[in-house]
């Protein structure tokens, strides 16, 4: 089976900077995206890698290392409304996400 | 642009009953993608579709669950009969190519609760 493993929980401090990982090994890879949940509302895409190396999109950057099977998502100057579930998801084949379980990210003053 | 909508938020029936729930996808999106989150798992994938064809229905979890697109535009999701692990967080999204770099838009999600 796929398994795509990230923290349940996380707790940074605003202002600062957090790294939220994610491992997976599955059958096939065809790119990994990360995308951001608050309660009650639906994910919003943040990043998206499918090659080695860092993807930066503001205070959000993105790395991917295929040979490890390993993301993590990179958050800068980190804000209240940061706060949010992190879902690391991957597609394998066809268009199916295989999801992790979600980071739960609390940015405390 | 209007985003991915679903409809309920919240829908709360007995078991045995029968629950619809609808997804409007964004204008001009041609994919459009069902997944679920129970209690404490991670959101798995049941279905998806190209316009009004079935692309890949290997995640429904069983023959109690009916997706359909007729016309190609919004789609229903209709569980008949309800069971009690039916209940969770049922997501829609929706990407205009049917490519794996195409990012999926998702809707807010309906949350069922069988009782």
């Known amino acids: 089976g796929q398994n795509i493993d990230q923290p349940t929980e996380m707790t940074a401090t605003e202002g600062a900077i957090v790294q939220i990982n994610c491992t997976y090994q599955t059958s096939g890879f065809n790119g990994l995206f990360w995308y951001q949940q608050h309660a009650g509302e639906a994910p919003t895409f943040l990043s998206y890698?499918?090659?080695?190396g860092l993807e930066e999109k503001g205070r959000f950057s993105s790395f991917l290392s295929r040979s490890k099977g390993y993301s993590y998502l990179l958050l800068k100057e980190l804000q209240m409304k940061d706060s949010a579930s992190y879902l690391c998801?991957?597609?394998?084949?066809?268009?199916?996400?295989?999801f992790g379980t979600g980071t739960s990210l609390t940015v405390i003053p | 642009e209007a985003g991915v909508t679903q409809f309920p938020s919240h829908s709360v029936i007995e078991k045995g009953q029968t629950v619809t729930l609808r997804c409007d996808p964004i204008?001009?999106?041609?994919?459009l993608y069902w997944y679920r989150r129970v209690m404490g798992k991670e959101i798995k994938f049941l279905l998806h579709f190209v316009k009004e064809s079935k692309q890949d229905e290997s995640g429904m979890p069983n023959n109690r669950f009916l997706a359909e697109r007729t016309g190609g535009t919004y789609s229903t999701l209709k569980v008949q009969p309800a069971e009690l692990e039916d209940s969770g967080v049922y997501f829609c999204?929706?990407?205009?190519?049917?490519?794996?770099?195409?990012?999926?838009?998702f809707g807010p999600g309906t949350r069922l609760t069988v009782l």
């Open positions: 204008s001009g999106h041609d994919n």
């Open positions: 999204a929706s990407s205009q190519e049917a490519l794996s770099t195409d990012t999926q838009y």
């Open positions: 998801a991957v597609i394998i084949i066809g268009n199916q996400f295989y």
């Open positions: 890698n499918v090659l080695d």
